[in-house]
């Protein structure tokens, strides 16, 4: 069936892109989309972070359409947590896209275990997939976890941070992490009061850091302001993060790994007799890194 | 949920949506609720759907279901219509399955059309979360 699926991939068939989706979400097909090496037509992937109700996905909804105008295909793909506890997700970002019937665009809810960089598992080879479809703009929406979340970096052309007024005093964006990963830098909810402080402090706190000036552009989902200066600013941009060399791509690489070994049977029961209270974190931890020195199973 | 026994077990995707002029949605939002605890992935589409853009939704998501939730009174018009349309889109593999305020006499006319169960008031969510668990479509089994 994969076969089929990967020429139904290659005919512009949605079903057959939903449905390899789902097979690479879960861990399947990685060595095939591997093997695919670079794309024909590389999409433009960008993805947009900030905490939880800065309001990426509202933001995101506001670009599909003057997008679309612009010519570009676009597929959004939206992350969103999944319960530690039971698995379980509410994957409610597409809700607040509002899409229309549109075959330029395609939208894909996918979970994001926790503990996991805000990021849905195997997300490099969605993105492939999706460029092996054709699209000229992928958009990744982060979950919104917040501050340390920089893996997106790896996958992504540009990286868009969302922020918004009233969000701390000035020393908060003296803090290292996600500021430092941003390409581009919004101010959303710019129609709110503070708008202008808010732009006003953070592009004095990235002139303190130096390097590169990354833009800081005003934008209201709710007014419409700003997002046609967002899109020429994406558009014309040039890709900065998505490369090799990258540690955050090496980590997020290691990880994933780590989380392939562990469904290996010695690796579960380790984990069982942590859970049991049996051994401590540590021992827990020791034991686990004489596994992977182990041949991969 | 990687760390857990049993975790090669996919989730179930289900997307709940409202059709039409129906503004009544703290149902489904307790229906999505009590899956998501359930360990399904819920992609709740919301209020005010189309027929097509619910369809969209399912074929988008690789659902394994759809639920809908009729408060209004259309459920005789707009299922019907959603059946067709998921034939027509080749999601027959997907089940459907309906709650809401549905009359007893419409219910065998609602299974006949294709929906795998209907859902009144007063459903335990138990039941609601044990059928959807039971059966997962043959399409992705």
Not at chain 1, 97 to 120: E, F, H, K, N
Not at chain 2, 48 to 76: C, F, K, N, P, Y
């Amino acid at each position: 069936m994969p076969e089929s699926l990967w020429e139904g991939v290659r005919r512009r068939d949605r079903r057959a892109l939903a449905r390899l989706i789902s097979r690479a979400a879960r861990g399947q097909e990685i060595d095939t989309i591997r093997q695919l090496g670079p794309p024909q037509k590389p999409a433009r992937v960008i993805a947009i972070t900030g905490s939880g109700g800065v309001g990426k996905s509202s933001l995101i909804g506001k670009l599909i359409e003057p997008l679309r105008q612009r010519g570009r295909t676009v597929a959004i793909l939206a992350c969103d947590p999944e319960s530690p506890l039971t698995g379980g997700a509410l994957l409610g970002d597409r809700f607040r896209m509002g899409a229309a019937l549109d075959d330029g665009v395609y939208i894909r809810s996918l979970a994001a275990c926790s503990g996991r960089q805000a990021i849905a598992d195997h997300l490099d080879a969605v993105i492939r997939l999706c460029e092996e479809y054709g699209f000229d703009w992928i958009i990744v929406e982060t979950v919104g976890a917040g501050q340390g979340d920089t893996a997106v970096r790896a996958w992504a052309d540009l990286v868009v941070l969302l922020l918004q007024p009233e969000t701390g005093d000035e020393l908060q964006w003296e803090k290292a992490g996600v500021l430092e990963v941003a390409d581009l830098i919004v101010i959303h909810k710019a129609d709110l009061p503070g708008a202008d402080r808010a732009a006003q402090q953070v592009r004095a706190a990235l002139e303190l850091a130096g390097g590169t000036i990354v833009p800081v552009i005003l934008v209201s989902s709710r007014t419409g302001k700003g997002i046609a200066e967002l899109l020429d600013a994406l558009e014309s941009l040039p890709s900065k993060s998505r490369r090799g060399d990258d540690v955050h791509a090496f980590l997020n690489e290691a990880q994933q790994e780590l989380h392939r070994r562990l469904r290996d049977p010695a690796a579960t029961s380790l984990l069982a007799l942590w859970r049991s209270g049996r051994i401590d974190i540590h021992e827990a931890l020791r034991r686990l890194w004489e596994l992977t020195g182990s041949p991969q199973p | 949920m990687w760390y857990a026994e049993g975790m090669s077990e996919e989730p179930i995707r289900i997307v709940l949506a409202k059709v039409g002029l129906d503004g009544h949605d703290r149902g489904i939002k307790v229906v999505a609720r009590a899956l998501r605890d359930a360990g399904c992935h819920v992609i709740y589409a919301g209020l005010w759907q189309t027929v097509e853009s619910v369809v969209r939704t399912v074929a988008d998501e690789d659902a394994d279901w759809l639920g809908i939730s009729i408060l209004s009174g259309a459920h005789m018009t707009l299922v019907p219509q959603i059946m067709e349309a998921m034939r027509q889109a080749g999601l027959d593999h997907v089940g459907v399955i309906v709650g809401g305020i549905i009359p007893e006499a419409d219910v065998p006319k609602l299974l006949e059309m294709g929906v795998s169960r209907v859902f009144g008031p007063g459903t335990p969510m138990q039941q609601i979360v044990e059928f959807v668990k039971s059966r997962r479509s043959a399409a992705h089994a």
